[in-house]
């Protein structure tokens, strides 16, 4: 029976690179997809693109094709990204560039674009489902409209023969779900396996995290070699079963507890899982350890795809400032209590205008608040004091670290490490948009 | 007991709303999860940290529960004034939860 193997060689845009590596070189596979586009990602890419229109794409695009071209050639495997962003085509024409130099020449590179919508949503009467207003009520602050696409246009570059296929904003399981279609010639109305496919998807998307990592908990989860963890391999089958592995010999573990943790991982019902393929069912699905570092998946289920695409929205929403500084020794959480009051009056009394103020001390409360955080009633050694607050413009919110800078000579005895910072605040929304407004396109290039 | 000695967990998130998939460690304890572990219990555990309503979903065939949790980022991943802006460490927070011990 035909097997096809893929293999997840990143999870986001920043993650290791030698796991890929090692997938190229020792995982025979058919396909190696990354995925490296997170929802404010694109957001911050359409600017980047605003300013330069030959940017937009992933920057470690590079970085990544040259660490694996050659073993991929070598193997016969292809590619599936979504490292083009906001310039699927750009970036697809840099990887051709990169592909010559590195000697491959007439190699195929698809650009799939479609997913900005922008200008249909942009002064629409779509509803924003956090707001319940009009797209339109955003005016100027609407930066990005991208609509998450499905697996088909994928599906249909590999069948034109790319090599290397660049996508913008797919949804995540899409990029899997693409080659399995091309694969074995499954239908798009085939709910069941699409549903499969989207599991194999789901549990392949976030790389590492299947394999052992964001699992490790010492004395309950134990894993071995996480510094040298291994990216997952998908081994699927005709029938849309997978079984999930990793290269032997590297770190981490493919256990039915790792599996677990990674098919409900961001599920809202576990039953309706929406996608732009198929309504995936998760709710039945199985897993069976068949050897080491080897696990079977299988149970999901599909029905008919969602009418709407989902379309994320990357909207200006002001900036945070925030500034730190740490105390130590005896008596250090009461002088970082009498920091954080000092503040706070500085704050009121200087007339910073800001939304919202948050007042903490890392290392007491400032992850889950004063209610979960007193159980622990140990003094500790040290605190670090953390003020952050929302306003509406670059120059109010600097005034907030610059507030917390000022108690190195003005506030408590020994605050030392003293750092602020301003952040933009690129606020996402979600819409929904009639399948039909937004069309994908392939375009194949050559090297 | 804690939670933490039967079962494991790990949150996601999706703008505001964060979802924590609690799992038992053997899938024999599944009854006694989902009998301790109910969407009240997580409100009340989590506070005034989780401002809207917790749904559970239930996966017997993965000896698991699925919470899901509205307006519980501040807002969401993107603009939120915590430090942990997509809530990843909840799942933690949730696993100190008080279950009997038979």
Known sequence: MKTVRIGAGAGYSGDRIEPAVELAEKGALDYLVFECLAERTIALAQQARRTNPDAGFDPLLGERLKAVLVPCR????RIVTNMGAANPLRAAQYAAGLARQLGFPGLKVAAVTGDDVLAAIAGSDCRVEESGAPASALGASLISANAYIGAAPIAEALAAGADIVITGRAADPSLFVGPLVHAFGWSFDDWHRLGQATLTGHLLECAGQVTGGYFADPGFKDVAGLARLGFPIGEVSEDGSVVITKVAGSGG??????CKEQILYELHDPARYLTPDVTADFSQVRVTQIGPDRVRVEGASGQERPDRLKVSLGVAEGFTGEGQISYAGPGARARGELALAIVRERLALTGVATSELRFELIGID???????????GQEPYEVR?????????????????????TLYTNGPAGGGGVTASVREVLGMLSTYLPREQAAPTVHMLES | MKLRQIAHARTGDKGDTSSIAVIAFDPADYGKLAQAVTA??????FGTLVAGEVTRYEVPSLGALNFVMR????????????????????SSALLDLDIPDA
């Open chain 1, 74 to 77: 070598r193997a016969g495997t």
């Open chain 1, 366 to 376: 400032s992850l889950h608040g004063a209610a979960l955080s007193t159980k622990c």
């Open chain 2, 40 to 45: 009240a219990r997580v409100k009340s555990h």
């Open chain 1, 385 to 405: 004091v953390r003020v952050a607050g929302r306003t509406t413009s670059r120059a109010e919110a600097a005034r907030i670290g610059r507030e917390v800078e």
């Open chain 1, 253 to 258: 573990e493919v256990t039915p507890a790792t």
């Open chain 2, 71 to 90: 307006q519980a980022l501040g807002g969401g991943v993107t603009r939120s004034l915590s430090l942990d802006t997509h809530g990843k460490s909840l």
